[in-house]
């Protein structure tokens, strides 16, 4: 097979070409840079970044919506009465020394209120029993602080500071619900719920 001049040129001019793409390569290789490599990873880091964030708000949402379920299953109640009869059952009332409303920051969703309960003379056992009655109460209710002493009298008896709120959905608050049709980037949607 015989070339003409211009196919030789051509072919010197493309063999020209491949060599500094080449050596621009492994240049770029040699100088731990890999550009276009590390720039379509980096991409993909960040693109694997940014869906995570989304799953978590994703959760976080749910749960705030199961909260919200919650509030409004629990209902209307007197937070002071409602403490009173956990008292009751977790049979530390006698060693209530004071229940004091307390005022807590405004949100603009929920209205929170907080009662502080004040015992005398418990030992570990009623507090952590009047605790597990708090947490698993009917009713939302949260240890929001709590502080502890010792007795001089006897090292087996606590005084204790519990601080405990709860929330109520104010009228005219923004709506919380998703917006419809949203999704996880790379994930197809779920057929939407026919009205």
């Keep these: 097979m015989t070339l003409t001049d211009r196919d030789k040129k051509m072919l010197v001019i493309l063999g020209a070409f491949f060599a500094v793409v080449a050596v621009y390569l492994l240049a770029d290789w040699a100088m731990g840079g890999g550009t276009v490599g590390s720039s379509v990873s980096t991409k993909e880091q960040e693109l694997r970044d940014i869906i995570q964030v989304y799953r978590t708000f994703q959760k976080t949402q749910a749960d705030f919506q199961a909260a919200e379920r919650e509030i409004q299953k629990a209902g209307d109640f007197e937070l002071l009465t409602e403490l009173e009869n956990l008292a009751v ?36 056992i009623q507090l952590i029993t009047f605790l597990y009655e708090i947490e698993y109460a009917t009713k939302v209710l949260r240890v929001r602080e709590m502080h502890l002493e010792t007795r001089f009298d006897s090292k087996d008896l606590f005084n204790a500071r519990v601080m405990v709120s709860t929330y109520r959905k104010m009228k005219g608050a923004p709506n919380t ?19």
């Design 89 to 124: 059952k977790a049979n530390v009332k006698d060693h209530i020394e004071s229940m004091d409303k307390k005022s807590q920051a405004k949100n603009p969703y929920y209205d929170e209120e907080a009662v502080e309960v004040k015992l005398q003379k418990i030992n570990i």
């Design 177 to 195: 619900k998703p917006a419809a049709g949203a999704t996880v980037p790379g994930k197809p949607s779920a057929p939407a719920d026919e009205e």
